[in-house]
């Protein structure tokens, strides 16, 4: 079995360009983005805790997906930004359908 990696990068601009209620085929692909970027997601409130998470797929599609933590979702993380950890396996269910893992700030596939 052949393991890839792709480095985490935090974002310092968002990905999602705005929220959306429909699915819209352009906000969902980013491919001006590097592959395994990353963007923690705030609470709207003042504490500004992290809710999830939004990264590109590292497969290199420029597919947009989200996590959302507990206990707001269903997702696990060790809460460092900087090597962020999640202990579920990640996948996308459209487009490329890539599964992997984040690991110490690199997606392992």
């Known amino acids: 079995m052949i393991r890839h990696t792709t480095l985490a990068v935090v ?35 003042p504490v500004n805790e992290i809710r999830g998470m939004t990264y ?16 707001y979702g269903d997702f696990s993380w060790n809460c460092n930004v900087n090597k962020p950890t999640i202990y579920q396996i990640l996948y996308r269910y459209v487009g490329c359908k890539w599964i992997g893992e984040l ?5 392992i596939w």
């Open 11 to 45: 974002s310092p601009e968002p990905i999602m360009r705005r929220r959306i209620a429909t699915f819209d085929h352009d906000l969902m692909f980013r491919r001006d983005l590097n592959a395994g970027n990353i963007r923690f997601v705030p609470l709207d409130d």
């Open 56 to 71: 590109v797929c590292p497969c290199g599609c420029g597919g947009v997906s989200h996590v959302i933590f507990k206990p």
């Open 103 to 107: 690991i110490n700030g690199e997606f």
